[in-house]
């Protein structure tokens, strides 16, 4: 039998309809933020993902999909969203149409060629935002404010906030210098990668995942203490803004992000769950200001975040949070042989035509059956099409919570299914 592959899963049954409800909240909260819905290719050339999420990242160094395609370029599936989402801004001249800022937010598969385990995939779903153009430590803040929104309104509890910021250029160079002089004279002990990230990117040695446990890591200096003053008021107004929306957060010194185009604020959301596994960061992000330029666009600042869709379920069912899908139809549609199929289906037609949820027998069912059916699919109302329903165009509709019964006119099912269905809510 032919198999999926590792590190991937199919969707249905009940987790199809978890994954619509989620997506109907995010369209909804994206809607009253006011933020516009922005598509990119699943694959992009690769350079963009070199430039963009940073050549020394564990990301590009090894998790990316990568191939030759028939013309010999060189492509990747996305490994995240932000470098698309930039590419994008830049190639379109977004800068010179849109007004500031821009806001934007994506939703799709990503792929990293990443261990598989529980809420760790190889295929995985992202929702994300992105606002280009605006300084403002406000859009930090409101940033933050969307997942965590989208948890409350899904009603997660055990969430819990971390932000840090690694400041501008100027403070980043400071702290790569400091973090230089901790890591030269133990350089040896490290492990092979870290040796090379210390070449050409110290910060990301903070990243390695097999001396995360040795002493030199636990006292690696901490960004925040190298932040200039404008870095250090540029934080100190996200926390104030953070405040005014009522957000819970807390300062975490060590986190610093997988990602090289970070500057200023980064934030990470974690289950704090009890019996949640080892992938407990459901959401991250942070503000990117170098980022566009690096892609060939102008100078302009970006901030933005992605959450994990599959950490997410997991949050949800640990928390033991049945997500509310409305699952009935409002009318199930049962002939009684073959001769009244085709009418039935020209009643389904005009029915869904005219806005209602409606379902019908395909199967040749016997009544009883099909009432069945009709509670299975909670329907509100049942039609049962017979020779005489068909030959004389009165349908008997049949309320399937109080049994009672009607013959209606074809022409006036309608207005019936109006009126009886706005009483019912
Ligand atoms: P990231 O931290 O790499 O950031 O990923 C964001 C979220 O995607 C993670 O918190 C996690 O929930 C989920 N995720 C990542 N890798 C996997 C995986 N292998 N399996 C399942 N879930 C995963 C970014 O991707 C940035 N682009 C976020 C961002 C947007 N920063 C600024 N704008």
């Known amino acids: 039998m032919i198999q999926k592959p590792k590190g991937t899963y199919d969707v249905f049954g ?128 409101e940033i933050i404010s969307i997942p965590v929104n989208i948890y409350k309104i899904l009603g997660l509890k055990g969430i819990k906030v971390k932000i840090n910021s690694l400041g501008d250029k100027e403070s980043r160079e400071n702290y790569r210098e400091a973090l230089i002089k ?43 203490d190298y932040l200039n003053e404008e870095s250090k008021k540029h934080f100190e107004k996200v926390k104030k803004c953070l405040d005014a929306m009522d957000i819970d957060y807390e300062v975490d010194p060590k986190i610093v992000r997988g990602l090289d185009y970070y500057t200023h604020t980064v934030f990470e959301v974690e289950a704090d769950i009890e019996s949640f596994g080892s992938q407990k960061v459901l959401c991250g992000g942070g503000r990117y200001n170098g980022l566009v330029e690096a892609i060939g ?18 949050a949800l069912e640990a928390e033991q949070i049945v997500l509310d899908e409305e699952n009935s139809i409002d009318v199930y549609v049962a002939p009684m042989s073959e001769e009244e199929e085709t009418y039935a289906l020209g009643l389904t037609q005009m029915l869904r035509l005219s806005g209602f949820k409606v379902d019908m027998d395909y199967m040749n069912r016997k009544l009883a059956n099909n009432f069945k059916m009709a509670d299975k699919m909670h329907a509100k109302y049942i039609m049962i099409i017979g020779d005489v329903e068909a030959s004389t165009d009165i349908i008997t509709i049949k309320n399937n919570n109080t049994k009672e019964e009607h013959k209606i006119k074809l022409e006036d099912v309608i207005d019936f299914l109006d009126q009886n269905l706005e009483e019912e809510e």
């Open 14 to 141: 009940e987790k199809s309809r978890q994954i619509k409800y989620i997506e109907k909240i995010i369209n909804s909260v994206m809607e009253k933020y006011n933020y516009e819905y922005m598509k990119t290719p699943v694959f992009e050339s690769s350079e963009l993902f070199h430039r963009g999420v940073g050549e020394t990242t564990d990301i590009v160094t090894k998790e990316t999909y990568d191939f030759t395609d028939r013309g010999g370029r060189n492509m990747t599936l996305r490994p995240e969203g932000t470098a698309g989402i930039c590419r994008s801004y830049v190639e379109n001249k977004m800068y010179g149409t849109y007004s500031m800022p821009v806001k934007c937010w994506y939703y799709g598969s990503m792929y990293r060629y990443e261990r598989p385990q529980s809420g760790r995939f190889r295929e995985f779903t992202q929702f994300g935002c992105e606002v280009f153009g605006s300084d403002n430590p406000l859009v930090d803040a």
């Open 182 to 224: 901790h890591f030269e004279g133990e350089i040896d002990s490290l492990c092979a990668d870290c040796k090379e990230r210390f070449l050409k990117n110290p910060l990301r040695i903070l990243d390695c995942k097999i001396d995360s446990n040795k002493e030199i890591m636990n006292t690696a200096p901490t960004t925040i």
């Open 297 to 314: 666009g102008p100078k302009t600042s970006g901030v933005g975040f992605a959450i994990g869709l599959e950490r997410l379920l997991n």
